[in-house]
């Protein structure tokens, strides 16, 4: 069986995060330097998923922390992986990182018609925190605010 593994983001990695962003219409459309921004910065977190035997990059993973908290960013499986782990590893992976790093809960906006999202966030731990109305600039729709403690 193939296996997933999660390893630190590197610059070539941009070309495929792009390209995957691109197929999920419903997350935050980021430009290169952002991501080449966020992987600069202290607290600065962007993991990527090579699926063995496939080759090339499954999915991918932002995030930020600052101090005790983080906030997960952006997050995208590619089509053809979808519904195998990636996205759940990403996020095992980002929570053991985060931990530590010292983070105590992280946070995150998710589309609340994004159905598949929001079972992958709560299966993982996260509940809702509120609602950001109007949050999405492109369409207007409403985000959920969702936390995990990683701690306790």
């Known amino acids: ?56 990059i499954a999915g991918f993973a932002a995030a930020r922390a600052i101090g005790k908290e983080a906030e997960l960013q952006n997050l995208a499986v590619r089509p053809g992986f979808r519904r195998r782990g990636v996205a759940r590893q990403l996020v095992g992976t980002l929570h053991e990182r985060l931990t530590e790093a010292g983070v105590e ?19 993982c731990g996260y509940t809702e925190r509120g609602l950001r109305r109007n949050y999405y600039a492109s369409d207007g729709e409403d985000a959920l605010v969702l936390e995990c403690r990683l701690t306790g």
């Open 105 to 123: 809960r992280i946070f995150l906006e998710a589309r609340v018609s994004n159905f598949a999202a929001l079972g992958l966030y709560r299966s």
């Open 1 to 56: 069986m193939e296996a997933i593994r999660t390893r630190d983001f590197a610059p070539s990695d941009i070309g495929a995060i792009l390209e995957i962003q691109r197929t999920a219409e419903e997350m935050a459309q980021w430009r290169a330097g952002d991501y080449q921004r966020l992987a600069e910065e202290p607290g600065g977190l962007i993991l990527v998923a090579e699926w063995e035997g496939a080759g090339g």
